[in-house]
C-alpha cells in the first residue's frame, strides 16, 4: 500500500544532500571498501544515545551485540540490522533508534555481523540469524534494517520462516538494498543525486557474495518468496540509487498477501532517516507508529 509522498524537500534536506555528494566524491572511480568504512564510521560517530537509555556490549551465540535498554522495557525487543554495502558498519548506527526504545519501552539490540570481503556469505546472515534465535524467544520483536541490513533483514525473515523459528511481528526496511544485480533504472535516474553508485555497490556485491549466484534469493531477497512475512513497512527517498529497490519489493510482497505500506519522502537521498532534517524526523515518528502497532499486535 503505497503512501503518497510530499511536493518537495526540506531546504535543509537539500543542504545536506549537497554536503554528502561533496564529502563521498571521487572523480573517476567509485568508494572502495577502505573509503565505505571510514565514512560509514564517520556517519555513525554523528548519532548520540537518548538519555535514558542504558547502552552495553555483550556476545551473544557467540557474536558482538549492543544493547540499548530503557529504564523500563516491557513492550518486547527491537532488533537491529545495520547497513554499510555488507563490507562496513557497526552497532552503533542503532543509537539512532535509541529514542524510539526509549518511547515505547521496548529493548533494542544490534548485531556486529562479520563483514566482507574478509567473511562473504553466508557469514553475515548466519550471525544475524544466530542472534535472533536466542534474543526473540518468547517476546515479541520486530526487526529493522538500514540499506544492505534492510536486505540482510528480509533474508533474515525467511530464514526464520522457513526454519520454523519464533517470526517477528514487524519487520521495518529503510532503503533496503534488496538486488545485488544492481540492474534498476534508479541507478541512472538517481546516479547525479545521490552518493550510492552502481560500480561501487557491484564492487560491494561481489564481495559480499563471493562466489554465490548474485540473483539466489538470501543474497538478493527481490528474488526470493514473500509468502507468510510479517506487516512490513518500506521507507525510502526519491533521490536514492535504490529506489527501485524499494519499490519493486513493495509490489512482490503486496503480490504475495503481505500488509506492506511503502514511503517515499521527496527529496531524500541514500541514508537521509540519520540526518538532521525534519524529513528524517517524520520518517522516524512513522517507523516508531509502526513499530509500537506491531510489537502490541495492534
Keep these: 500500500m503505497p ?20 564529502a563521498t566524491a571521487k572523480p573517476g572511480s567509485a568508494l572502495d571498501v577502505g573509503r565505505t568504512r571510514k565514512i560509514t564510521q564517520s556517519m555513525e560517530s554523528f548519532q548520540r ?4 537509555v542504558q547502552e552495553t556490549t555483550a556476545t551473544v551465540a557467540g557474536v558482538p ?29 542503532a543509537r539512532a533508534h535509541s529514542r524510539m526504545a526509549r518511547c515505547l519501552g521496548a529493548e533494542l539490540v544490534s548485531v556486529d555481523y562479520r563483514l566482507a570481503p574478509e567473511h562473504p556469505f553466508p557469514a ?14 518468547d517476546r515479541p520483536t ?26 517477528p511481528k514487524g519487520l521495518v526496511a529503510m532503503f533496503p538494498w534488496a538486488d545485488l544485480t544492481n540492474s534498476s533504472d534508479s541507478f541512472v535516474r538517481n546516479e547525479h543525486l545521490d552518493m550510492l553508485s552502481r560500480k561501487g555497490l557491484s564492487r560491494s556485491a561481489m564481495a559480499y557474495a563471493g562466489g554465490q549466484d548474485l540473483r539466489d534469493p538470501l543474497v538478493s531477497p527481490l528474488y526470493g518468496s514473500f509468502v507468510d512475512f510479517p506487516r512490513t513497512l518500506i521507507v525510502v527517498g526519491t533521490h536514492d540509487c535504490l529506489l527501485d529497490d524499494s519499490r519493486y519489493v513493495s509490489t512482490r510482497m503486496c503480490a504475495a498477501g ?21 524529513e528524517s524526523k517524520e520518517a522516524r ?6 513499530v509500537g502497532a506491531a510489537l502490541h499486535d495492534r
Design 49 to 52: 544515545r537518548a538519555r535514558g
Design 65 to 93: 551485540v549492543r544493547w540499548f535498554r530503557p529504564a523500563r522495557a516491557e513492550s518486547g525487543l527491537i532488533f537491529h540490522v545495520h547497513g554499510g554495502a555488507f563490507v562496513a558498519g557497526s552497532s552503533l548506527a
Design 285 to 290: 515518528r512513522q517507523i516508531s507508529s509502526f
Design 258 to 278: 503481505v500488509d506492506a505500506t511503502l514511503v517515499e519522502i521527496a527529496g531524500g537521498f541514500h541514508g537521509f532517516i540519520l540526518m538532521p532534517a525534519p
Design 142 to 167: 520486530v526487526i529493522i534494517g538500514e540499506s544492505a541490513g534492510g536486505g540482510l533483514a528480509m533474508s533474515l525473515v525467511r530464514r526464520v520462516i522457513d526454519r520454523g523459528g519464533d517470526a
Design 3 to 22: 503512501v503518497p509522498k510530499s511536493d518537495r524537500a526540506s531546504r535543509r534536506l537539500i543542504v545536506l544532500q549537497k554536503l554528502m555528494l561533496l
Design 124 to 137: 553475515g546472515l548466519d550471525d544475524v540469524w544466530a542472534v535472533y534465535s536466542e534474543v526473540a524467544r
